[in-house]
C-alpha cells in the first residue's frame, strides 16, 4: 500500500509541474502579443479598389472612383472576406487594438507630404503609443518616377542611398519614441514591375469588362512599369530592368537596415526595439518577392491588390510577423 501510494503522489507531481509548466509557457506566449498594433502604408494598406471588377463601362468608374476601402485592408480590415492581420491577433487576444491612422494612398518611403518620417511621428503622437508596427511602403517610390536612367528625367528612381537614408529617418523617428519592448516590422517592396503583365493577362482574361492598358494610360497608372513603349527615351526593357533592379536593391537595404537597427551595430538604437524585415532574398518568400497574377489584382486599375490579393498580403506578413 505504501508504495502504491508513493507511485500516485509522484504522479501528482509530475502533473502538477507540467501543468505549472504550460502555464508559465502560455503566460511567455501571451506577453509577446502586442496591446496595440498600427500600419505606416500606402494605397495598398487602404485597400483602394479592391473589390473593383471592371473597367470598361461606365457603372465600373463609380467603384474605381470610391478609392480606398478600408474594410479590405490586409492589416485591419473589417470586412468578412479578408481575413486581416488584425483578425488574427484578435483570434490570439481580444483586447489587441489595431489602426491604420498614418497611413494614406500615395504615400512614399521617401517623397511627398506623408512619407515614412511623417507617418513615424504621427504614429508616436497617439495618444496610446503602439507597440507594434506594420511599414509596406516603397511601391510609389517606384511608380512616381519618371526614368531609371537619371541622364533621361528630371525624376528618376531614387538612389540606394536616398532609400537608406529615408528608411533610417522613419526607424529613428519610431525606436526612439516608442514603448520599451515595441516591433518594428518592415515589410518588402512589392514587384511593381510584374504588374503590366498581369494586368495584360487579366485583360486577356475578361476582355469585355477590363481595359488596363486604357485605363493606365487615362489615369498614368504607374507608367514606368506599365507603359509598354518607349518613354523619356526609355524602352519597357530599359524600364524593366531598372525598376526590378531598383525594387531589390530597395529591400536588400531594408533587411540590411533591419539588422543593424536590431542589433544596435549601427548605434541608433540603444532603446533595443525590434526591428524585423520580411524580406531575406529573392529564394525566401516575402511581399517583396511574390509575383501578383491577374487573380491578384483588381479589374478597376488593374494594379492594386484584389480581395484575394489582399489576403495574400496578410499571409505573407503574418507568417514573418515576429509578434504571433
Known amino acids: 500500500m505504501t508504495t502504491i501510494k508513493l507511485s500516485i503522489n509522484s504522479c501528482w507531481r509530475v502533473v502538477v509541474a507540467t501543468f505549472i509548466a504550460l502555464s508559465v509557457s502560455i ?28 473597367n470598361i ?6 467603384c474605381l472612383l470610391g478609392g480606398d476601402q478600408p474594410e479590405h485592408s490586409w492589416f485591419d480590415g473589417s470586412d468578412s472576406s479578408v481575413y486581416s492581420v488584425h483578425d488574427r491577433y484578435k483570434n490570439l487576444d481580444s483586447n489587441i487594438s489595431a489602426n491604420k491612422n498614418a497611413a494614406a494612398s500615395g504615400s512614399e518611403m521617401r517623397g511627398g507630404g506623408n512619407n515614412f518620417t511623417t507617418q513615424a511621428n504621427n504614429i508616436v503622437a497617439q495618444t496610446n ?32 542611398s536616398q532609400w537608406r537614408s529615408s528608411v533610417r529617418d522613419g526607424l529613428d523617428v519610431l525606436v526612439g519614441n516608442l514603448p520599451t519592448g515595441s516591433t518594428v516590422h518592415l515589410g518588402s517592396v512589392p514587384r511593381v514591375q510584374d504588374l503590366r503583365a498581369a494586368g495584360l493577362a487579366l485583360q486577356s482574361k475578361k476582355s469585355w469588362t477590363v481595359n488596363c492598358e486604357s485605363l493606365w494610360s487615362t489615369f498614368g497608372v504607374c507608367r514606368i512599369a506599365t507603359n509598354g513603349g518607349t518613354m523619356n527615351g526609355e524602352s519597357f526593357q530599359q524600364r524593366y530592368n531598372g525598376v526590378s533592379q531598383a525594387q531589390r536593391r530597395y529591400n536588400e537595404i531594408l533587411a540590411e537596415e533591419a539588422a543593424a537597427y536590431n542589433s544596435n551595430s549601427n548605434g541608433r538604437n540603444d532603446r533595443s526595439i525590434e526591428v524585423v524585415a520580411d524580406y531575406v532574398d529573392e529564394n525566401t518568400p516575402s511581399a517583396g518577392t511574390y509575383v501578383f497574377g491577374p487573380d491578384d489584382i483588381d479589374g478597376g486599375d488593374c494594379f492594386h491588390p484584389s480581395i484575394r490579393g489582399q489576403n495574400l498580403v496578410a499571409d505573407i506578413l503574418w507568417n514573418s510577423n515576429p509578434d504571433n
Not at 27 to 54: E, H, N, V
Not at 57 to 62: A, E, G, I, P, T
Not at 133 to 140: A, K, S, T, Y
Open 129 to 160: 503609443k503602439p507597440d507594434h508596427v506594420e511599414v509596406l511602403l516603397g511601391g510609389n517610390d517606384l511608380c512616381n518616377r519618371g526614368c531609371t536612367d537619371p541622364a533621361n528625367c528630371d525624376d528618376p528612381i531614387y538612389t540606394d
Open 27 to 54: 503566460q511567455c506566449a501571451q506577453a509577446d502579443l502586442p496591446s496595440k498594433a498600427t500600419a505606416a502604408g500606402d494605397s495598398i494598406t487602404m485597400g483602394f479598389a479592391a473589390d473593383c471588377t471592371g
Open 57 to 62: 463601362w461606365f457603372w465600373d468608374l463609380f
